[in-house]
């Protein structure tokens, strides 16, 4: 490993419906136990069902004294998974160089829950009713503003949409900020708190959102024949990044190293992915080229795998053309569901895990993996494998496809 160019991943903290924190989050994920549950706040919608985080979830955790009250859920959760990544890596914040530490944080929807009961407000009793708080709880860049404030972050910070994948895009600059020497250590994730009546019943109307109210737990089923859309979800995840030779000079653990970044556009429909995959295809090929490997170098792959009919397929078709080997293949949005912006975020935290921890969890509600597609689904229990490299995979609406490329801190 070339430590002078590698990017070390030093700590994580994941806030999701596995659990709070990144511990109990893997041990529910390699489970396989979905998360899925009657909402409800969803009662009365055709879709009355999502994935919540855990009741008793801590999402004051690492916020500043008397700072909770102002902050929206969204921001609160990636105040929380900074404050456990920090943590996790080892570093002090009352002690680092500020100027030299950035953030980068990926947001697809915001809180919606916001805006709808500031907008009843202004409608039922006029504009003296509207919080002065509206805008700096609910602009999608003040996730950053407030991890920032609670950690001493003076360095870049930067809030990435990219929809579905833009947790990924966050940790592809934060890559990038390292190797220009622009800080010496970036908090890169993504957090999504935006379970609400509203975009889930607008998810609903696109035909994106699963259906089966009679077997709630099953709803999500990557790659399953039976599949018919995603479950709504919430969390957050960050990861601490910094460069290989600057974690080894302080002794710190390195988790895995994020070694290639691949990012591309279809510019083929608004929503729809590419029915071949060829953008999504184009960003993994990009990706293995930029870590300086093979596609038979890839042992692993978490797939994006929302669980709606076309995009199953086309990722599916996609794997088995660049990787026709055979690597594992996991999807976690089987236990926790689609977290949207966080969701690029979390899985490569969970593929960082697979790495360091020789597992790959399996897919749940995923009963017959041979049929129509030619992968190597891990289902049942988890499957013990030794992990050089991995990809993770993250596809968002707009046609974006973002692919990571992960490394055992150990191979080469």
């Not at 709070?20 to 489970?31: F, I, K």
């Not at 035909?207 to 709803?219: I, Q």
């Not at 990044?241 to 302080?250: I, M, P």
């Amino acid at each position: 490993m070339n430590t002078a160019s590698a990017v070390a991943v030093t700590g994580l903290g994941m806030i999701t419906p596995g659990g709070d924190g990144a511990a109990a989050t893997w041990d529910r994920v390699c489970r396989g136990e979905p998360t899925a549950a009657p909402d409800p706040a969803l009662r009365g919608q055709p879709v009355d069902f999502s994935c919540r985080l855990p009741e008793g979830t801590d999402l004051n955790r690492g916020a500043l004294p008397r700072s909770a009250w102002r902050m929206s859920p969204v921001a609160k959760a990636a105040v929380s998974a900074s404050h456990d990544a920090v943590l996790d890596a080892g570093h002090e914040p009352k002690s680092w160089d500020g100027e030299r530490v950035g953030i980068v944080l990926g947001c697809g929807i915001g809180d919606v829950g916001l805006w709808h009961d500031q907008a009843s407000r202004l409608s039922e009793r006029g504009p003296a009713a509207v919080s002065p708080l509206t805008l700096p709880m609910a602009l999608a860049n003040m996730p950053v503003g407030e991890v920032a404030l609670a950690l001493g972050i003076r360095g870049p910070s930067l809030a990435t949409n990219t929809a579905c994948a833009s947790g990924a895009s966050a940790l592809a600059v934060a890559r990038g900020l390292l190797l220009s020497d622009a800080c010496d250590i970036v908090l890169a994730g993504g957090t999504e708190m935006a379970i609400d009546p509203l975009p889930v019943a607008a998810f609903h109307r696109m035909g994106a959102l699963s259906t089966r109210s009679h077997d709630v737990s099953g709803a999500s089923c990557p790659f399953s024949p039976e599949r018919d859309g995603f479950v709504a979800s919430e969390g957050a995840a960050v990861l601490v990044l910094e460069r290989a030779d600057d974690a080894a000079s302080r002794g710190a653990r390195c988790r895995a190293i994020l070694a290639g970044c691949g990012a591309t556009t279809d510019a083929h429909h608004p929503t729809a992915p590419h029915p071949e995959g060829r953008g999504a295809e184009q960003a993994l090929r990009r990706a293995i080229s930029d870590a300086e490997l093979g596609p038979g170098d890839i042992d692993h792959v978490n797939a994006h795998a929302t669980s709606t009919p076309a995009g199953d397929a086309a990722e599916a078709a996609v794997i088995s053309r660049v990787l026709p080997h055979g690597p594992t293949v996991t999807a976690p949005k089987g236990v926790l569901g689609h977290t949207f912006g966080a969701a690029g975020a979390i899985e490569a935290a969970l593929t960082v895990l697979s790495i360091e921890s020789g597992l790959v969890p399996p897919i749940a509600n995923l009963k017959d993996p041979t049929a129509g597609l030619d992968l190597d689904c891990v289902t049942g229990a988890a499957r013990p494998q030794q992990i050089r490299a991995a990809v993770s995979h993250s596809f968002g609406f707009g046609g974006h496809n973002v692919v990571l490329v992960l490394t055992s801190a150990t191979a080469g």
